[in-house]
């Protein structure tokens, strides 16, 4: 049973309607899962759509492929630890940004325990869509199609004036820097950091780092167990 605070990625996947272009990213990949469910939820709607995947190079394995693998969608490895989770949907009427932890998997999509953010915002898609191109960019010739493609949609999307949300990604800077320019930028006092993340390392660096850049009152780091 799912709750108000959760959401079944697979009927999100299956009421989502009038998208003209779809960009799901991922680090991990299961073809017979892709092709076989998460594909056919996704056409219901959206029958004319593009849909471009994007996974890690090191956990695609064409052995795995099916006869249906970049059949009716574009896949497209990245030849590094490409770790992003991002959902971006895009059409007239739709603009649908879904970030969290889960990969396209059947365990990222049903019994895994992932986080999961879901924004009708137009500033946030538009960033997306920014890492993606910029990504895409640096290995893709500027006359690629797909590049076509994301700068077509991005045209189409007016930014919003208000700002307060924000999407970090390290193309560029540290995402760590980031946050804390972020928070410095507010003017406010923070009273607690809450860190969730399943594997962790120099955290005596990360504490300090935060301690003495927006001085909380408490950190609080949420990790697997053992």
Do not use: W
């Not at 899962?33 to 695609?60: C, E, M, T, W």
């Amino acid at each position: 049973m799912v709750t108000e605070d959760q959401i079944d990625m697979l009927k999100q996947f299956g009421s989502i309607r009038n998208c003209e272009l779809i960009i799901l990213t991922s680090y991990s990949f299961d073809p017979l899962f892709f092709d076989h469910i998460a594909l056919r939820q996704l056409r219901k709607g959206n029958p004319y759509a593009k849909i471009i995947v994007l996974v890690d190079s090191n956990h695609f394995d064409i052995e795995d492929c099916t006869e249906l693998t970049g059949v009716d969608y574009e896949i497209i490895t990245i030849p590094s630890v490409f770790h992003p989770k991002m959902f971006i949907f895009c059409g007239s009427k739709i603009l649908t940004s879904i970030i969290g932890s889960h990969n396209l998997t059947l365990a990222g999509f049903t019994h895994n325990l992932e986080t999961t953010c879901k924004l009708e915002n137009h500033e946030v898609a538009l960033e997306c869509l920014d890492c993606i191109q910029d990504l895409l960019s640096l290995f893709l010739d500027s006359r690629n199609q797909t590049l076509l493609d994301i700068e077509q949609q991005k045209r189409k999307i007016e930014p919003e004036n208000d700002k307060d949300v924000f999407f970090l990604n390290n193309l560029k800077a540290t995402i760590l820097d980031q946050a804390i320019s972020i928070v410095q930028g507010q003017g406010f006092d923070v009273k607690e950091v809450i860190v969730i993340s399943p594997f962790f390392s120099h955290v005596d660096e990360l504490v300090k780092e935060i301690r003495a850049k927006i001085r909380p009152v408490s950190i609080k780091l949420c990790i697997q167990k053992e």
